[in-house]
């Protein structure tokens, strides 16, 4: 029996430089953090002769051709694993919400299975084995920012390159910096779901025409690290936070919409200095930035939304479980 944990991540700055159609050109960056919410997998070996899969549904398959649940079939392919077992999967948020969900489900599948096979994969191969999963096998028209936040954990600059390697800087923040980000931070959750692919495709395509709003994107996750260092500048952060988000908004391709857009201008209202949609946009959390003493008011002018408690997480995916 193998259990993986891996974390979901929230995106500051610098979205959309991390899709092939930008950084073949120039080279991207983003700026996030993982968080302590988190996706698990199972693996355990079948008596049985098939594979089982339970996921918001069960499926059972007699070959790894015919398992449905593509990111399943793939990671086990990848791996070369070829044998009857039983996965299962569990995440503490919903798909479709902003967090980076189907990245973490893929490298999470990855570090159970290469625990399966008695190895410890590096972050740095789990990602690059979760994008050739994504992307390049299943062609799905997505960045590559998620696949490496989840794999590596923790606040990380990401910067992407033309020859498509990314490097990968740890933010050297003060935990107090950090402890003071989580207390001046709402995830409020907008009540709707998308399908980020049909916004990524849409921005990857309009990329051409944009790339000076995408370029300023970019500029802004690493001043946006900058804000972090030393004594951190936390209201400096916010601002630079709202100027993304203004960016981000003005590409159009679904990325916002009336209700998220009357939700953000009521909590800027309330004194939040901050914010973004999470993800792709569309629907999910929204993340708002207020000193403490603000939050009360800002809750009250959005309705008292469901949120999400926020805390940073450390570490990125890793196996917390191995019975032989």
């Given at each position: 029996m193998i259990i993986s944990q891996t974390p979901f991540r929230v995106s500051f700055a610098g979205g959309g430089t991390d899709l092939p159609a930008f950084y073949r050109e120039e080279a991207g960056a983003v700026l996030s953090t993982t968080i302590d919410q988190?996706?698990?997998?199972?693996?355990?070996?079948?008596?049985?002769?098939?594979?089982?899969?339970?996921?918001?549904?069960?499926?059972?398959a007699d070959t790894i051709d015919s398992v449905q649940h593509e990111l399943v079939r793939e990671a086990m392919r990848m791996v070369e694993i070829d044998e009857p077992l039983e996965i299962t999967t569990i995440g503490d948020v919903p798909a479709g919400t902003g967090m980076g969900s189907s990245s973490s489900l893929t490298v999470?599948?990855?570090?159970?299975?290469?625990?399966?096979?008695?190895?410890?994969?590096?972050?740095?191969?789990?990602?690059?084995?979760?994008?050739?999963?994504?992307?390049?096998v299943l062609k799905?028209?997505?960045?590559r920012q998620d696949q490496y936040a989840a794999a590596y954990g923790g606040v990380n600059y990401f910067r992407f390159n033309p020859d498509h390697t990314v490097d990968a800087s740890p933010v050297p923040c003060r935990s107090e910096t950090l402890d003071e980000l989580e207390r001046r931070v709402i995830l409020a959750y907008?009540?709707?779901t998308r399908d980020a692919n049909e916004i990524l495709e849409k921005q990857s395509n309009s990329t051409g025409d944009r790339r000076g709003e995408l370029?300023?994107?970019?500029?802004?996750?690493?001043?946006?690290?900058?804000?972090?260092?030393?004594?951190?500048?936390?209201?400096?952060?916010?601002g630079l936070l709202h100027e993304?988000?203004?960016?981000?908004?003005?590409?159009?391709?679904?990325?916002?919409?009336?209700?998220?857009?009357?939700?953000?201008?009521?909590?800027?209202?309330?004194?939040?200095?901050?914010?973004?949609?999470?993800?792709?946009?569309?629907?999910?959390?929204?993340?708002?930035?207020?000193?403490?003493?603000?939050?009360?008011?800002?809750r009250e002018a959005l309705g008292r939304p469901r949120e999400l408690p926020f805390k940073i997480?450390?570490?990125?995916?890793?196996?917390?479980?191995i019975q032989q």
């Open positions: 988190h996706i698990y997998v199972t693996i355990h070996r079948r008596f049985e002769s098939t594979i089982r899969v339970g996921y918001s549904r069960t499926e059972t999470g599948l990855l570090t159970a299975l290469h625990g399966y096979r008695h190895r410890i994969a590096s972050p740095s191969r789990l990602a690059e084995e979760a994008c050739r999963i994504e992307i390049d799905k028209p997505i960045g907008t009540g709707q370029r300023a994107m970019r500029d802004l996750a690493g001043a946006m690290r900058e804000s972090l260092l030393g004594d951190g500048d936390l209201d400096h952060f916010a993304g988000w203004e960016l981000k908004r003005s590409l159009g391709c679904g990325i916002s919409s009336g209700h998220v857009d009357d939700w953000y201008a009521a909590a800027r209202k309330a004194g939040a200095l901050g914010g973004k949609l999470l993800g792709a946009g569309g629907g999910g959390f929204l993340l708002l930035m207020a000193p403490p003493w603000r939050h009360r008011a800002i997480a450390r570490h990125g995916s890793r196996n917390i479980f």
